[in-house]
């Protein structure tokens, strides 16, 4: 799916994903607090969760539709982050 984009396709896909991101990680910003990373690095986490996600599924021989595509990318992004946050918390109490 994302190797078959045109480059130009590809920017405007990791913007969109971004812009997305950024306005998720403000909300997340009130409610994860010190146990987030930021607004600007949450939304970073978010989108490389997004595209590792998709990628991971081509790789896996899996093809998306659409929908297929951004409900395994939110999957990955916000699995992603919950296993980041994690880890900040358990080195935290360490």
């Not at 990680?25 to 998709?54: E, K, Y």
């Amino acid at each position: 799916m994302l190797t078959r984009l045109d480059p130009i396709w590809l920017v405007f896909a990791v913007a969109a994903v971004s812009m997305l991101a950024y306005l998720f990680s403000v909300a997340l910003q009130g409610v994860l607090r010190d146990a987030g990373f930021g607004v600007v690095a949450n939304a970073a986490v978010i989108t490389a969760g997004f595209f590792a996600a998709i990628h991971l599924g081509n790789s896996r021989e899996m093809r998306f539709d659409l929908a297929g595509g951004a409900l395994t990318g939110v999957a990955g992004a916000f699995v992603l982050l919950l296993a980041v946050v994690l880890l900040k918390a358990a080195l935290k109490r360490l």
